[in-house]
């Protein structure tokens, strides 16, 4: 949102590019209504912490770009032992994805094997870098 030229520049975002973030935004103009939760959040304000744009930080933007968001919560406890197996293999942010996927709502995720998890249980989710496919094989 600050530069376009720092997604490239950026270690945590090296393997996107602007044409990426429009792409992004591009998919997101489908949807009236954004779903987030507490554990996916957290993955993102870690992913900005200690980022800075012109001395500013980057976590400044994260409010106002999430103040309209439905946030889901699933309590922790429950998720993880309710759904041991899945919780090992993914992660707890991911399970949570899991139980977002259930209530009919589509997951873009770039992480291949929960995506293919999702669609292989009959679940609405995109794998970023099958959209990106177009234009990264021409």
């Known amino acids: 949102m600050y530069d376009r030229k720092r997604i490239a ?4 975002t090296s393997t996107y590019t602007a044409k990426d973030f429009d792409l992004l935004l591009d998919f997101m103009d489908r949807f009236q209504q954004f779903v987030t939760t507490p ?5 993102v304000s870690n992913l900005l912490e200690g980022v800075s744009y012109q001395s500013i930080p980057v976590l400044t933007i994260l409010p ?9 919560h699933e309590p922790s406890y429950p998720v993880m032992t309710g759904r041991s197996k899945i ?22 995720t770039d992480d291949l094997k929960l995506c293919y998890y999702l669609q292989n249980n009959g679940f609405a989710a995109l794998n970023f870098n099958n959209l990106r496919s177009d234009y990264l094989i021409t």
């Open 39 to 43: 554990n996916i959040l957290t993955e």
């Open 64 to 72: 106002e770009l999430t103040k309209d968001f439905v946030e889901l």
């Open 87 to 108: 919780f090992i293999k993914f992660g707890l942010s991911d399970v949570v994805s899991c139980y977002v996927a259930e209530r009919d709502y589509v997951i873009l």
């Open 9 to 12: 520049q950026n270690k945590r």
